[in-house]
């Protein structure tokens, strides 16, 4: 959701003039760790199926009180991220969370956002109790959630009917096929073997129902080819099927004469200019190809280990920021460093003669787009580190 659509969702909340089932009001923050962590915990097993809000400068009837002028410290995405990485959650599964500060009449809202997640229940293995406080004890194994506008006691345990939901979402049983298979390709151990040239096809082991098929390749082009060691390139058809219904079609592709596999990229130019670049986006389908290809690496490699320009994003936000970052930097200097590099030229050198050195507008464009690129998420993994 973007800084408007959720501006507007605040708004109509706070209107509404009461707490719910995915949003809760604060005044202020608190000092109290116990309840700062049950707060994320019940709303991230919220049972509307959807991303939750914790809103810091509101009283609970939706008066806004403002947060500017807090005795407690303001939290970021990054304290949140510290804050619970370190808490005994099953599974290891931390619940995704966000902050977001917005200015609604005249004063500052931070809005807590925990996303939406398949990986419920949300629980822990040991009881946290910092503050040794019996009574604010978080118990290990319990299952917290939000029932309308009330969090469950923590002396209990949600009922047998939510819980039962939370555990069905997490593993997709309450979704339609093409959902699923979403969910499915997270877990790429769990698909049969293939090496997508004697065995052309790949099934879920534990729901063989569904199955991915391949058919016969045919020659291809496309730039990505000469960020190989070989640009020799095949494509085919790649097929998402359950109990025989094809759900999705994409395309399959055979780099570096065939020793690297990965399912079709998007395809995108920025503006309208010539940069043109490949990418995923993870939530995507094609994203979900990605993991399985990949082994859950998320990555685009040579045989030799070495990334090629495909960019992958973790949503529609992501990929917008990057843009914005590309048209904002100078790209002469970058056009300057890539076009001297050595392995940037024999690439070009390679497009050309095949082109019979016809003006194209490939191979360097591409390379700077991946230099923005890499220098987008140093600068994106800098910002996210905890202070």
């Known amino acids: 959701m973007d800084a408007v659509a959720l501006e507007d969702e605040i708004i109509r909340l706070l209107a509404l003039g009461y707490e719910g089932a995915y949003w809760d009001f604060k005044s202020d923050y608190t000092d109290v760790k116990e309840d700062k962590l049950i707060d994320v915990i019940c709303m991230a097993n919220n049972i509307c199926d959807r991303d939750a809000y914790l809103i810091h400068g509101a009283e609970d009837n939706g008066e ?7 005795k407690y410290h303001r939290a970021t995405t990054a304290d949140y991220i510290k804050f619970l990485r370190d808490k005994p959650f099953a599974g290891d599964f931390l619940p995704d969370v966000e902050v977001k500060t917005l ?4 004063h500052e809202l931070d809005v807590v956002v925990i996303h939406r997640s398949n990986k419920t229940p949300f629980y822990l293995t040991e009881d946290y109790c910092p503050s040794h406080n019996i009574k604010k004890t978080i118990r290990a194994g319990a299952i917290y959630t939000r029932t309308e506008d009330v969090n469950t006691p923590r002396e209990k ?4 009917e939510i819980t039962e939901y939370l555990w069905k979402k997490r593993f997709g049983y309450d979704l339609k096929p093409f959902d699923r298979y979403s969910l499915l390709l997270d877990d790429y151990k769990g698909w049969s073997e293939a090496n997508w040239d004697s065995i052309r096809y790949r099934y879920c082991m534990m729901h063989p129902e569904f199955k991915i098929c391949a058919g016969e390749s045919k020659e291809g082009y496309e730039t990505l080819r000469f960020f190989y060691d070989n640009p020799t390139m095949c494509y085919t058809e790649l097929h998402l099927d359950y109990y025989g219904t094809t759900l999705y079609e994409t395309e399959l592709w055979y780099m570096d004469c065939g ?8 395809h995108k130019a920025i ?3 010539d940069y043109r670049y490949f990418y995923f986006i993870k939530s995507d389908m094609d994203g979900k190809l990605l993991n399985l290809f990949s082994e859950g690496r998320n990555v685009c490699h040579d045989r030799s280990g070495l990334d090629v320009p495909v960019f992958v994003f973790e949503d529609m936000d992501e990929l917008i ?10 790209k002469s200097k970058i056009i300057k460093e890539v076009s001297g590099n050595a392995i940037i030229q024999h690439k070009i050198h390679m497009e050309e003669k095949e082109l019979n050195g016809k003006p194209v507008s490939g191979v360097l464009e591409l390379a700077v787009c991946h230099e923005v690129y890499t220098c987008w998420k140093k600068r994106k993994n800098i910002e996210r580190q905890p202070s």
């Open 64 to 70: 806004i009180v403002g947060i500017e002028n807090t």
């Open 103 to 106: 200015q609604i009449e005249g």
């Open 321 to 330: 920021s990057y843009e914005s970052y590309f048209k904002s930097v100078d």
């Open 259 to 266: 020793s690297c596999i990965l399912p079709k990229p998007q």
């Open 157 to 160: 345990t949600a009922n047998i």
């Open 271 to 273: 503006g309208i200019t």
